[in-house]
């Protein structure tokens, strides 16, 4: 059996927050200056690493969170601060250096997490495991999960397509827009978090 209303809602849900149409600027604006072939290697890792994490929290994640002692808005607020420092290596250039540091990384932070398995996806799936309480219910749960994350790895696979054709011009324009754009994300998250441990305290 499948539910496919449970698949339905929780991709759309995961599809909004991950963003995929979204996440192309930013992906080209990480994988600029490198070699087709790694920035192939990067999309799939991308998405690998976002998948492996959604699953981490999709089957452990509230334990994790309760042992650790860690709240979700202390999680929004450390993904913010964290993206607002790649938004502003974006905005300064200073993601041209050094390249092989941000070969290795860039994939796995900020791409992987928390850009695309950010705070907003994992308690989305923590809450969706948590409501599906029967096969079809869990089945149409991680179906979703492997759906929007095949849907990520599309998307950032071939937006390389789009470097053709902007050129290196294009490439710098969009590195700033990102930067900008990726800034506006962090610093409203970081006050979604905050918010959320003013109500709460």
Known sequence: MFDAAVFGSLFLTLFVIM??????????AL???????VQRRMAWQAALVACGVITLFGLVGKEI??????????L??????LLLLVALDLLTGKTDEPKQTKEVNAALVPLGMPLLAGPGAIVAVILAVEKADDLAGNAAVWCAIGAIHLVLWLTMR???????VIKEGGVVLVTRLSGMLLSAIAV???ANGVTQFI???
């Open 19 to 28: 963003d995929p149409p979204g996440i192309t600027p930013i992906f080209l």
């Open 31 to 37: 994988s600029s200056g490198r070699p087709v072939k």
């Open 65 to 74: 969170l309760d042992y650790l002692h860690v709240s979700m808005p202390a």
């Open 76 to 81: 929004m607020v450390a993904g913010g601060l």
């Open 158 to 164: 071939f937006s390389l397509a789009i470097v053709r």
């Open 188 to 190: 409203q998250q970081i």
């Open 199 to 201: 109500r709460g305290g």
